[in-house]
């Protein structure tokens, strides 16, 4: 079968590449293990393909269900509010990319540095270089891309599937996340 490919393949991740994410009980499974997660929300989960649900649907009820962190980047942060839900800081990807390798920042809520972060709706080129730059700087850090389009250099991803086949994970995360 091979390694899976790069949604973008100009890009050469290196040796060290993402582990696949068969099945979305590994996200829910690696979301209660951590012990300070936070979630990175892009532009990219309120302009879906108009046939599906918008990802940010299933993002609030997940950052509800574990009171996690969440970062709004660009302007979202208007489509968090017009749903009832208040994200913890907005700023954009590559700022909260720096901070999360800066060793010496103690968290979105002053708690301590995170040991998970999971990102989604990010522009791929974007979420790409963030997540290089977590994977060679910050190497305590677990990285999960929630986007549909393989990421090699987070420690988990998605493979690329289909929008059906990332809208049901993505409802499956949101519900066993509820139901905590």
Do not use: C
């Not at 086949?165 to 905590?180: C, F, H, P, T, Y």
Request: no cysteine; net charge neutral; proline share 9%.
């Amino acid at each position: 079968m091979g390694l899976p490919q790069p949604w973008q393949t100009a890009e050469v991740p290196g040796p060290k590449r993402a582990n696949v994410i068969t099945k979305p009980e590994i996200i829910t499974a690696m979301i209660r293990k951590a012990e300070r997660p936070l979630l990175i929300v892009g532009h990219k989960v309120v302009e879906a393909d108009s046939s599906i649900e918008e990802p940010i649907d299933y993002v609030i009820p997940l950052a509800k269900s574990l009171k996690i962190p969440v970062v709004a980047t660009a302007h979202l942060i208007g489509k968090f509010l017009e749903r009832g839900f208040q994200p913890d800081a907005s700023m954009p990807v590559v700022d909260i990319g720096n901070r999360l390798v800066d060793p010496n920042w103690k968290g979105l809520r002053g708690e301590g540095q995170h040991d998970l972060v999971l990102i989604i709706g990010v522009p791929y080129y974007m979420e790409w270089l963030v997540l290089s730059a977590l994977k060679h700087f910050a190497p305590n850090l677990k990285s999960i891309s929630m986007d549909r389009f393989y990421q090699p250099n987070a420690t988990w991803s998605f493979p690329n599937i289909s929008i059906e086949d990332w809208q049901r994970s993505l409802k499956l995360i949101a519900g066993r996340m509820e139901g905590n």
